[in-house]
């Protein structure tokens, strides 16, 4: 009788495990239907409304053609099969995107709040508004054809440009797979090429994915111009100094969080943040508790969370000066910074703009801070301070890392002094002081594939005149 029930609590333990693996599976799987349908809400969102607002239009097949194709598994096995529902207001506006993903719980909600801070996704569970679905109103048709504007180059300095720009357009010249939807080339502060796939337009916006991390400087910088902040500052949350002088966290500065070397914890490789991106967390539930692993300042640890606790260091500025109103001062007309559903900048990832207006971008550091008007919006000298490498720097690559910005000053072929804004899905502004020279591309390049954003430059800068 004793050996009996030896074996049959010996087969119970044994049982457990596999039973508890098969719960966490199950629990996984249903976690990934809830971020794919907030993913799926959230693109639809973002790229319908602010093309709308753009002037422009996105159909969801276009959607789910570019921005739905080729993401991150397991997502990308879950997302076309989710159905969704478009609601509109009485004028025709996107009110907010359902997308339905359990029998037994709410759609997922991307709420469209207005061009002021667009989309934001709403947490899984709550409940969909009762706006009611109206046609959409007509807008404008979008230029499809490719589009050029300012002075072109020249007999072969022109012809060298114009089949780099077809070529990335069109082919895997720079890469095996890659797909670029728009391209912005601009010389001496004049546009020299400008290049759209077919159903996109000077006018379409897409999301910056961490090409935000580099506005996000920016806006420091602005901050910083106003002297409202100092780089030196520690981040200053009320917590971390509650907890002590001895909190080793109190020491984290601005400067630290934008090179990426606060010492803090994350657990994925470039700190997925899916619970902020897609499931509906706020910035102050998934940002801030982060423990240190190493001394601030001593190990480069590239994370989200990282440029959003720098943007929490000037909370209360951007309440004053919100980014929408820095991009008005800029003519980024097309550009939105979003929220998450508590009015937290994801200045992460979250913004949509067009290649043009990141041009613009490009170009305001090629004129060190300064307006057309002459007008100083960034400190002086603070594109050599984003662009300068500063402790610990990237451990793999070929590219080094400043305050927000990718250095591309070990690839042969491309001036010391070129710096870049990246981002997830092959979004570049490649800014070239030494040739007075912006870059733009962007693309719906699918998870494993990577545009040669060096190898392109190379040649754009070989078909441009040296001055």
Not at 19 to 31: K, N, V, W
Not at 120 to 131: K, M, Q, R, V
Not at 268 to 292: A, C, I
């Amino acid at each position: 009788m004793i050996r009996t029930a030896i074996a049959v609590t010996s087969l119970l333990l044994a049982a457990a495990p596999a039973i508890a693996q098969s719960q966490q599976q199950q629990l996984g799987a249903r976690y990934d239907r809830a971020l794919a349908a907030g993913y799926k809400a959230l693109m639809l969102c973002g790229a319908i409304a602010h093309a709308e607002a753009n002037g422009t239009t996105r159909t969801p097949e276009s959607v789910m053609q570019w921005e739905l194709t080729g993401i991150q598994p397991p997502l990308d096995g879950i997302v076309s099969d989710l159905p969704f529902t478009i609601v509109r207001r009485p004028t025709g506006q996107v009110a907010h995107v359902a997308v339905s993903w359990a029998e037994d719980m709410p759609a997922r909600v991307a709420a469209y709040y207005g061009s002021g801070t667009g989309c934001s996704i709403l947490p899984i569970g709550a409940p969909e508004d009762s706006s009611n679905p109206q046609a959409p109103v007509p807008a404008p048709e979008p230029q499809l054809a490719n589009q050029f504007e300012g002075a072109l180059p020249e007999g072969k300095a022109g012809e060298a440009l114009t089949l780099a720009v077809q070529k990335a357009l069109s082919g895997d010249a720079y890469g095996t797979g890659v797909r670029t939807t728009a391209i912005v080339i601009q010389s001496d502060g004049l546009r020299v090429s400008e290049g759209y796939a077919l159903g996109f337009s000077a006018s379409t916006p897409q999301r910056t994915w961490s090409v935000a991390k580099s506005i996000a400087a920016t806006l420091i910088g602005a901050a910083v111009q106003a002297g409202d902040a100092r780089v030196e500052d520690p981040i200053g949350l009320n917590y971390w100094a509650k907890s002590g002088s001895t909190d080793v966290r109190n020491a984290i500065t601005i400067d630290h969080a934008l090179r990426m070397a606060t010492g803090r914890y994350s657990d994925t490789p470039g700190n997925r943040t899916d619970p902020l991106y897609w499931g509906g967390s706020t910035v102050d539930e998934t940002v801030t508790g982060w423990p240190v692993l190493h001394p601030p300042g001593t190990t480069f640890r590239y994370a989200n969370n990282d440029t959003l606790l720098a943007i929490k260091a000037i909370q209360q500025w951007l309440d004053h000066y919100p980014p929408d109103e820095f991009f008005d001062k800029l003519g980024m007309n097309h550009t939105v910074a979003e929220t998450d559903w508590q009015g937290n900048y994801v200045l992460s990832s979250q913004v949509w703009t067009t290649a043009s207006d990141l041009a613009i971008l490009g170009q305001l550091y090629l004129d060190d801070g300064r307006l057309k008007d002459g007008t100083r919006i960034l400190p002086e000298g603070w594109a050599k301070y984003v662009s300068t490498p500063s402790g610990p720097q990237p451990t793999s690559g070929t590219f080094g890392y400043g305050a927000g910005f990718w250095l591309l000053n070990k690839e042969d072929g491309v001036p010391p002094d070129t710096f870049a804004a990246n981002g997830n899905r092959g979004q570049y502004v490649v800014i070239v002081p030494s040739r007075n020279i912006v870059i733009v591309r962007r693309g719906e390049d699918p998870v494993g594939t990577s545009f040669d954003i060096a190898g392109f430059t190379r040649d754009v800068l070989a078909a441009l005149p040296s001055s």
